[in-house]
């Protein structure tokens, strides 16, 4: 969203309804994985740090950008542990968020291809630079995959 002029209304709305999907379906998964997360993932910084919270808020105040602060707060409050049993409706819930996540991602790569060929043909201008783009598509591209060989 940041990256676009004004002028780019309708690259600006389809960002930020990436946006709001991509946090909705963090929202999701934070859910899911209260207690069903090793103790060394929430360690690892993989997740949440302490700097993460500050980040986000600084980041929104300067960019603008609505950011979700109560995700952080939640990932803060995860739990550790290996629940054995899973319900028919977390099995379900786990299924959905696995499908919705590829379907996102599927459509965020269709979105930066067609960025990238619109900034390469000077159709469209934007405050990042094609490698960045090309960054952002090879890291899609590989969640993607690991989404796939998951599921």
């Known amino acids: ?38 103790e060394s993932v929430l360690q690892s910084g993989e997740v949440v740090t302490m700097y993460t919270a500050n980040a986000e808020r600084r980041t929104s105040f300067l960019s603008g950008i609505p950011i979700d602060f109560r995700i952080t ?22 299924r959905r968020l696995n499908q919705t996540a590829l379907r996102l991602v599927k459509g965020l790569i269709s979105f930066k291809e067609q960025l990238l060929r ?16 090309e960054h952002i598509l090879r890291e899609a591209n590989h969640y993607l995959r690991l989404l796939q060989s998951d599921c």
């Open 1 to 38: 969203m940041a990256c676009f002029p004004a002028k780019n209304a309708d690259h600006i709305r389809r960002a930020d309804w990436f946006r709001k999907q991509f946090e909705a379906l963090l929202r999701e998964t934070v859910f899911l994985a209260n207690s069903r997360v090793s």
């Open 118 to 133: 619109e900034v390469n043909s000077c159709r469209l201008f934007t405050f990042n630079y094609p490698l960045l783009i």
């Open 73 to 94: 707060a939640r990932e803060h409050m995860l739990r550790s542990g290996c629940e054995l049993y899973f319900s028919r409706e977390t099995l379900r819930r786990v």
